[in-house]
């Protein structure tokens, strides 16, 4: 079951040295995440202080006062105290309630009109709190990063904005921005995609069967998932690496023995074709749609 897949899942990957957990309310399994953790501390593998934990605030929560509510709801089932850090899902309020994607009679999104700067001063709160030692945002473009930076009163600006990434959308620009405002670029989807056709367009091309990104991959006698979390990595982002195969967990953790040269940077870098895997149009009706802006 999916459920015992994130729990096995995050215990191997524990075992392996892996230390930052991300995960989500919106991804329905972070109570089993959080009995691996305490199972993998129970067995002394690790201190609750050696593991970084990130949460991530979704889109029914958006209004202020249910900004804690939902973070408090988060710890409980991941039975931790605190999470090292949490962060807006996406720049998008869904209605509040039960239903985490409320849809009308014709199949539309319930949108929630929250000024995402309210929303954020509620995270401040969560931080101060103790509830978060950190807070940032996730697949924010600059100019809705801008609009909490910009915030008068501004207390905690975010430390990382997460974003889908990988070699055929490597973000350079955004990541450019977020270098010169001190924020971290945190990737997902770094190794491609799943291939799951609920969410990826069976048509997109295969990442890690790229011929340039194998050809460089066999040089240095390494996978090519390897490879393109090494590039990431040398270029100054978070690379995530999700995976429920213990033998591709163990693999994605070894990319700390090698480096890439510039000329293998380079051949990299220009693999980018600005293709995203995640279709975001789905919520273009949305005034904060997070893709208007080129990055």
């Not at 959080?34 to 993998?40: E, T």
């Not at 988060?74 to 720049?91: A, G, N, T, V, W």
């Not at 998932?225 to 033998?247: D, E, H, I």
Request: charged share 25%; hydrophobic share 35%.
């Amino acid at each position: 079951c999916e459920k015992c897949l994130a729990e096995e899942a995050t215990k191997a990957a524990i075992d392996v040295g892996f230390r930052h957990i991300d995960c989500a309310y919106f991804y329905g399994n972070e109570a089993d995440v959080g009995r691996a953790i305490k199972r993998k501390i129970e067995d002394g593998t690790v201190r609750r202080e050696d593991l970084f934990y990130t949460g991530k605030l979704w889109n029914t929560f958006h209004t202020p006062e249910l900004v804690q509510t939902a973070l408090e709801e988060s710890l409980k089932d991941l039975q931790l105290d605190y999470m090292d850090l949490f962060i807006i899902h996406m720049p998008i309020g869904l209605k509040p309630g039960e239903n985490l994607i409320p849809m009308d009679e014709n199949g539309q999104f319930l949108y929630h009109s929250v000024d995402l700067r309210e929303t954020w001063e509620a995270m401040e709160k969560c931080k101060d709190l103790g509830l978060a030692r950190s807070i940032g945002v996730s697949n924010f473009n600059r100019r809705q990063l801008e609009l909490i930076l910009n915030k008068p009163g501004l207390k905690y600006k975010p430390v990382c904005n997460q974003v889908e990434c990988h070699l055929y959308l490597n973000q350079n620009k955004l990541l450019e921005f977020c270098k010169s405002r001190d924020i971290v670029l945190v990737g997902y989807g770094i190794l491609g995609s799943s291939r799951d056709n609920k969410w990826i367009h069976q048509d997109l091309p295969v990442l890690l069967e790229d011929p340039v990104l194998n050809a460089v991959a066999m040089k240095h006698h390494k996978t090519p998932a390897q490879v393109a979390l090494r590039y990431f990595l040398q270029s100054g982002v978070v690379a995530l690496a999700k995976s429920s195969n213990s033998k591709r967990i163990k693999e994605n953790f070894q990319v700390f023995d090698f480096n890439l040269p510039n000329e293998d940077m380079e051949n990299l870098k220009s693999l980018n074709k600005n293709l995203r895997y995640m279709d975001a149009r789905v919520w273009k009706e949305h005034p904060q749609f997070p893709f208007h802006d080129e990055y």
